[in-house]
């Protein structure tokens, strides 16, 4: 057997994304902090974020957090929290102006201040028009963030634990005592005993064939909630983002739309025009992907496959600004300045020059709005009640609090993390300065390590990646851009006799204790299962149609029964759900019209 | 196509020493990478062969390795890259070099990124914030100086592709020079003194002899050679 070695700290985090490094740079300014991650934390998808970060900063143009709030509102279809919209919108300011002062090098406008551009669903309210919000650093804005978090907790002498592998919760009743993990390169189990536990693990994009998201992208952190009776919140609520490269899934950042490039479909009709007619291509995502899989649907798909055609040439582009009755006009050198990864991806991955031709896209599986339930100060409730759960905390795109309803505007991902991860930070810093230390129980690693053990001997013959792949499948044949009850129950059993499968028959070929990945990815196929089930279950009974969770059999959105959140809860291998109640603010709900 | 790959293949817990293992896939496409085709042995063929890898599209640094030779990002290179044949490749790949193995492609990436966090890699201006509660203000100019090394990925291609790093390991190396250069040249940064110390000592810039693996390595296209040599200048002149 292993050795199990056993630290000590007030506060782990766990996750170094966004989220988890803005938290630590917080929280450890005040207590004994460690941050643990089973990338480095500069691998963490945070980085591959591209267009820009949201803030009414009114660099260019009039512009106010309270427009930005009601366009996040709108934008989640009115299933948002608006006291934690709020929050956030406000926040956004000062934590982007506080990334400034961090070094992050943002792009500048001629006058010296950070660079803004357009981005789907945000507006100036009082015309409607797009609205220049989004704060860039050409197309790495979550580089930027994460190597400036990164760089500011190396100048603070953050402790890391790099490439250690969370696979378990402490948790005795109502209370946390810190997490257990797998040393990666030696496969040595560790406790780490704490007073507070940040969940920062980022999203599950990996339950669906074509995403955005990176292979780690597994939803470890909230699949070990859920094992610790933690309900997960609006899980039915998932985003595909309209423009992914053609079969590969890589994201093409909405700020191409935002620089003036185009959806055309096999025609050569610019059918956002069609589907929104006021702020067309610029309409929030879950209303551009369902447009883009309707005409694929009608046969406009060029060539007739499944795919549409993204345009930023500059003689597509100005023909429509000519159009449109601006006197804005792009040139090549500019798209090559303000998009260079994006030109970049479509060179090296499908040899198309974006500057001379149009790129294949299609919709990707790209962000979970749903997740581990908290409050404005990432604190984790469980239950209709929002009972707390104290010590243990949540942020980032894990995370529901929720601020992104039924669909996340673009932009407000990278925000969230900012905000909410600083407030977590100083909340948690602050209970651990109160709080008092409870000892671990005995044996804390016993259950996960048998579990591992299971894996590791496991003879049934059954193969890891067999088994997500077809999870994957119906996953995307099922619960993808559109649903019905049909497809739904259908994803229903088969994902049933898939964990069924895993928890009876996985077999791995790695018996090995050094960084054996076949045993960690045999692990994480678990954690996607666990969250794919749910979001499938949670789908089903939702008999409405509401940003990204629209049903083919129930069409419309349904305010009078289902203005309500999702909570669905594991008990002893059965799932159930619940409800909660939306918090309504300043905007009452009303008919979506972009 | 069909694909003939040798993967160097190392396990402490049970080889003696390294050993080439050889697999053959079929039905491979033009346009998969070389991350794809490593994927389908591990899951196909042989789970026990390691790797690192998440964003599978070049932009978190995990998986620079040595193929057909030289270094670069598996999941960047396409197979199309690698041959001439429309129906046949040849591909070979092991870790990078200079560094210790830990198991199969997996290297101690530690001491890289100890020499990463020597060289101050923060901004540092300890000067009161603009009165006004906003951002400092910077030229579109200003910003441009130092874009080029604000790309890296840290993926380590350029630093385990330098005669120098191989020949003394203490070198910092060209990955380091990089984030100094990406300080250096932003006119808000105040620390520029301290840092050029720091990349002026024995084991500094100066062990670089201009070879220019490292940008030809460089899969996010940084002209690291020229940011080593701005970074020499600075150190001569005193200026930026
Ligand atoms: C391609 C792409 C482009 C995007 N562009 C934008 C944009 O322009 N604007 C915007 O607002 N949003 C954007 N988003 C969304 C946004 O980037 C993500 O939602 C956000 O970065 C998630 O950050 P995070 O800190 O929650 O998690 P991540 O950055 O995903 O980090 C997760 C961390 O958790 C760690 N981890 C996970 N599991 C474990 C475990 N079991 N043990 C230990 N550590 C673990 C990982 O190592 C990693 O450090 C984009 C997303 C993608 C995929
Ligand atoms: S400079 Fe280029 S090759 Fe070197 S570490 Fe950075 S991204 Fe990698
Ligand atoms: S897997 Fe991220 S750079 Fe290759």
Redesign the pocket.
Known sequence: MAEVKTHSFDAII???????LMAALYASREVNVAV????Y?T????G???????AALGNIEEDRWEWHAYDTVKGSDYLADQDAVDVLCKEAIDTVIELEHMGLPFDRFPNGKISQRRFGGHTNNETGKPVQRACHAADR??HMI?QTLYQQCIKNKVNFFDE????DLIRVGDTVRGVV?VEISTGDFHVFHSKAVLF????W?RCWEVT???H???G??AAICVRRGIPMEDMEFFQFHPTGIYRLGI?I?E?VRGEGGVLLNSKGERFMEKYAPSIKDLASRDVVSRAIFLEIQAGRGINGENYVHLDITPETVNKYLAEAGESRRITREYVEAKLPDIADFTRTYLGVDPVKEPMPIQPTA??AMGGIPTDVDGRVVLDQNNKVLAGLYA????ACVSVHGANRL??????D?VVFGRRSGVHMAQYCKEAEKLPLPKNPVDEVMAEFDRIRNGSGGAKPYELRKQMQKTMTDNVGVFRTDETISKAVDDLRLLRAEYNRNIQIDDKGARFNTDLLEAWELGCLLELAEITAVSALNRTESRGGHARDDYPKRNDVDWLKHTLCFSENGKLRLDYKPVVIGRYQPKERVY | MKVDLRVRRFNPEKDQKPWWGEYTLEKVRATDTVLDLLHRIKWEQDGTLTLRRSCAHGVCGSDALRINGANMLACKTLVTRLTKDNNYARIQVEPILGMQIIKDLVVDMEPFFDHYRSVMPYFVNDNPLPANGRERLQSQEDRARFDDTTKCILCAACTSSCPSFWANEKYIGPAAIVQAHRFIFDTRDEAFEERLEVVGDTFGVWRCRTNFNCSNACPREIEVTRAIAEVKMALTTGKI
């Open positions: 766990v996750g170094a994304g966004g989220a988890g643990i991650s089973k990338l934390p691998r963490s998808h945070t591959a974020a591209q267009g820009g970060i949201g804005t979550g994460l250690f592998h969370v696979v993990a920062a693990t980022g999203g994009g955005s998201n990176a780690s992208l597994t470890d952190g994201l950042t700020g790209h962000y942020a980032g795109e894990c673009g932009t407000n991902s990278l925000v993390l």
